[in-house]
């Protein structure tokens, strides 16, 4: 069974950097893709990144392009979400997520999720 676990979530003030990780524990398939998605309070679950196992390609939303990045820890099946000049709206619960199937990245439909890790960032 997939298990997923984020960490590093936490409150910062605008233009601060925060990083959080995701532990997959499970995970038996070579290829597929893992995600980070966001929802704020109030509003639907939004698209953050994603990252493509064999390829290493990455995957940003237009809303944070250019100030997040993605990493990996092979060995220890763990991506990181590097998150800098952060701002008031990227408050939200943080969600990683993981699929076997690359469409999954067109339906945003992925199929194990982690638990959520709170981002507050404070003006």
């Known amino acids: 069974q997939v298990h997923l676990v984020e960490s590093g979530g936490g409150e910062v003030q605008t233009g601060g950097s925060l990083s959080l990780s995701c532990v997959v524990f499970?995970?038996?398939?070579?290829?597929?893709?893992m995600a980070w998605f966001r929802q704020a309070e109030g509003k639907e679950r939004e698209f953050v990144a994603a990252l493509r196992w064999r390829t290493n390609s990455t995957v940003f939303a237009d809303s944070v392009k250019d100030r997040f990045t993605l990493s990996r820890d092979n060995p220890r099946d763990t991506i990181w979400l590097q998150m800098n000049s952060l701002k008031p709206e990227d408050t939200a619960v943080y969600y990683c997520?993981?699929?076997?199937?690359?469409?999954?990245?067109?339906?945003?439909?992925?199929?194990?999720w982690g638990q959520g890790t709170q981002v507050t960032v404070s003006s």
């Open positions: 499970g995970r038996t398939f070579d290829g597929g893709l």
């Open positions: 997520a993981t699929d076997t199937r690359l469409a999954a990245l067109v339906t945003m439909d992925f199929e194990y």
